[in-house]
């Protein structure tokens, strides 16, 4: 059974920084990372391929960057320039190439004004 593990979420005033990790058991694929605010429907926030390949919502465009390393069998999502609008638990889904799918288990983000 393969089992993912996340990161590197908390408290980081308007403009700060943060950087969340996913770690996988298993050779992965690709990522998607999410994130869900409060009342609101779990979004997608960015991508990235085996091959490094990346796509970005256009909310976070410019500020997030998501990054791999194959090696240690783990992803990145930097986050600067942090909005109170990014607040969320986020989470990242980890495909393998088994074909199967892992969720992590989430890591709450919090940016104050």
């Known amino acids: 059974q393969v089992h993912v593990v996340e990161s590197g979420g908390g408290l980081v005033q308007a403009g700060g920084s943060l950087r969340l990790s996913c770690a996988a058991s298993?050779?992965?694929?690709?990522i998607k990372w999410y994130r869900q605010a409060p009342g609101k429907e779990r979004e997608l926030v960015s991508s990235?391929?085996?091959?490094?390949?990346?796509n970005y919502a256009d909310s976070v465009k410019g500020r997030f960057t998501t990054s791999r390393d194959n090696a240690k069998n783990t992803g990145y999502l930097q986050m600067n320039s942090l909005k109170p609008d990014d607040t969320g638990v986020y989470y990242c889904n980890v495909y393998l190439f088994s074909g199967a799918s892992v969720w992590g288990q989430g890591t709450q983000v919090t940016v104050s004004s």
């Open positions: 298993g050779n992965i694929f690709s």
């Open positions: 990235i391929t085996r091959g490094g390949s990346t």
